[in-house]
T-cell receptor
């Protein structure tokens, strides 16, 4: 199973771009990479998902190098409301009889004015 | 209004008591999941179900039980065998794309 490593915490200021990198050296061929945002006492909220190269949506971008052993979540122009814990997940399809999602320990992002 | 609902928001358990946490979804998702989250920790998988009337143990299933009699519902029972049940419990569901969508969570406390 892939072991997930991400920074415990990060600080930023409003308006800055924030990049959070996740290491997943043992990622399997079928695994995809997903990022979630979680506020205190709430369920995680899906941000973005990718398999390789770059994925972009209205809130973030996800960069995945060719070897897929790491990934970087990029949050453009953060605001105070982006203060939260960000989880990197790696996992394969459950339908393949054994795929399992592995959560990292999360990165606590603090955005300051 | 589609989504995943969990109830209650807070639940108190006495010693030796079984308690059941509710999870309902109206997203027409086949798969549903239960996770446990301890303070300052990531999520750990308790049970998951890919289809009605079928479920599989996750990483920390001991002391828990589930049922999946309906597609919309996946209740979790925390039994008296679970010696450290205090945690935040999260239910999720996923459709064909397998992206998991989470409910608001239930916080379980022991009296």
């Amino acid at each position: 199973l892939a072991k997930i490593t991400q920074p415990i915490s990060m600080d930023s200021y409003e308006g800055q771009e924030v990049n959070i990198t996740c290491s997943h050296n043992n990622i399997a061929t079928n695994d995809y990479i997903t990022w979630y945002q979680q506020f205190p006492s709430q369920g995680p909220r899906f941000i973005i998902q990718g398999y390789k190269t770059k994925v972009t949506n209205e809130v973030a971008s996800l960069f995945i190098p060719a070897d897929r052993k790491s990934s970087t979540l990029s949050l453009p122009r953060v605001s105070l409301s982006d203060t939260a814990v960000y989880y990197c997940l790696v996992g394969g399809p459950f339908r393949n009889q054994g795929g399992k999602l592995i959560f990292g320990q999360g990165t606590e992002l603090s955005v300051k004015p | 209004d589609g989504g995943i609902t969990q109830s209650p928001k807070y639940l108190f358990r006495k010693e030796g008591q079984n308690v059941t946490l509710s999870c309902e979804q109206n997203l027409n998702h086949d798969a549903m999941y239960w996770y446990r989250q301890d303070p300052g920790q990531g999520l750990r998988l308790i049970y998951y179900s890919q289809i009605v009337n079928d479920f599989q143990k996750g990483d920390i299933a001991e002391g828990y039980s589930v049922s999946r009699e309906k597609k919309e519902s996946f209740p979790l029972t925390v039994t008296s065998a679970q010696k450290n049940p205090t945690a935040f419990y999260l239910c999720a569901s996923s459709g064909p794309g397998e992206t998991q969508y989470f409910g608001p969570g239930t916080r379980l406390l022991v009296l």
